[in-house]
């Protein structure tokens, strides 16, 4: 009687991505919040995503979706992307959205995932959703990360609608 064969990860497909962002940022020795996802909290923007409580007490809800399918022709996995350092996000005052994705980009980076071949922050794209992040991986396919809402700390309402334009949190 033989095994089944292993199921290849697809961290490109939305809840996978949840899933494997949830357990980057819960190990990261440099973990700066909690996180829990979107069914858990009971947001139904979206099926998936997470919300991250920063140190501020400030939340920022990152919308999961799945951009771009892979294209079939390239190899599954490759040379991870190189690892990049963000700075500590703030404990008191404003956050920056920027410090954020930054933050994020250092999380994904540092697990050297050979999936993943590059990770970029929305904000440096200048495109109709102004934060987030933007995940490709070798195999052609693609995540984005949308930060959806923010809600500042005292707060129980997100500002600025659906994925605003304000700058920090």
């Not at 909690?34 to 997470?50: D, P």
């Not at 995940?135 to 990360?145: E, I, Q, R, W, Y």
Request: net charge positive; with cysteine; proline share 12%.
């Amino acid at each position: 009687m033989s095994s089944p064969a292993p199921t290849l990860l697809q961290p490109w497909q939305a809840c996978e991505f949840e899933s494997f962002l949830r357990t980057a940022l819960d190990e990261s020795p440099r973990s700066q919040g909690q996180v829990a996802t979107f069914a858990e909290t009971g947001c139904a923007h979206s099926r998936f995503g997470l919300r991250l409580t920063l140190p501020t007490g400030a939340e920022v809800y990152l919308q999961i979706v799945a951009a771009r399918p892979p294209d079939g022709r390239a190899e599954p996995q490759g040379v991870p992307p190189p690892r990049l350092r963000a700075a500590a996000l703030p404990a008191v005052g404003k956050t920056p959205l920027t410090a954020v994705e930054h933050y994020l980009v250092g999380v994904l980076t540092a697990r050297q995932d050979p999936f993943i071949r590059r990770v970029e922050p929305l904000s440096a794209a200048n495109g109709a959703i102004p934060f987030g992040l933007n995940v490709t991986f070798h195999c052609g396919a693609a995540v984005c990360c949308y930060v959806a809402y923010v809600v500042p700390a005292g707060y129980s309402r997100p500002l600025g609608g659906p994925y605003p334009a304000l700058h920090q949190v």
